[in-house]
């Protein structure tokens, strides 16, 4: 069993029991979920991952103390922490008097400033250019057991996707590096007989493959180590053999002309035109003047 289901089942069998039965007075104000940081909360996380913060805890998310008190805050950490120590064999996690940083009981509004630096959400046009996407993806990831007041789902729904305008000058950046990367610079580090530079950029190439990719796709990119695992979910699963061969050395591995075959067949997943030139027409397309006349790179 994955952590998320794991977390959803302590929180059927005895999480919901709890609120239901000794808070039914902040049902219609509270969250319930596995959200943040951590494989388990995209389903990524296997055996191996079972040897830390592998527990069956889950996140209560509390609206403002104006809403919710700080006393009855208190006592629904009380009630939490009562529960079992153990569930399914697994042992659950610590939690601060405070609740944890990860799991148990939160206020939504310091969850969603520490992920995204706004309390309630609401991104301005520069947040959502700059922005890491695995922070996006804490937020928008994971699953929402519960949603007493609906607040927590119509945030995350918002937060689902780039705006398209956004997601254009976001893919236009890394596309441009990706192009710098696999067209020129890895062949000057070769010309210059730097190897190992040349291979940092077959790792440059390959790195903002991976972000095209996924912008391509309207999708949020993970935390790098969940990058390759991620890629299986999308249409683009059926380059991750030829991604991986790549960063096996691959500016060491190939002839100069191999090499420039099989990062050509890279781009081509994603346009036959000249690279560059398909980047500066895709943020040309941009609607927003504010947006289209940033630097080309000024997301990456």
Known sequence: MNGLALSRDFYEEYGKPLLTERFPELLDRISVGLLGAGSEVLGYDDALSEDHDFTPDFCIFLPGEDVISRREAFLLERGYNSLPKEYKGVKRAVLSPAGGARRGVLRLSDFLTEKLGVPDGELTIEQWLQIPSQYLLEVTGGELFYDGSGEFSAIREKLACYPEDVRKKRLA????????????????????????????????????????????????????????????????????????????????????????????????????????????????????????????????
């Open 173 to 300: 950046g890394h596309l441009v590096m990706m192009a710098q990367a696999g067209t020129y610079n890895v062949f000057r580090c070769l010309a210059h007989k730097e190897p190992a530079a040349a291979q940092l950029a077959v790792t440059e190439f390959v790195t903002e493959a991976l972000e095209s990719f996924f912008l391509l796709e309207n999708r949020y990119l993970p935390y790098y180590k969940w990058r390759f695992r991620a890629l299986r979910d999308t249409g683009y699963r059926d380059a991750e053999p030829e991604l991986s061969d790549l960063l096996n050395g691959g500016a060491f591995r190939y002839t100069e002309e191999e090499l420039k075959a099989r990062i050509q067949h890279i781009f081509e997943r994603i346009t036959d035109e000249d690279p560059g030139k398909y980047a500066y027409g895709i943020n040309d397309s941009i609607r927003d003047p504010y947006i289209r006349n940033l630097h080309i790179l000024y997301c990456v």
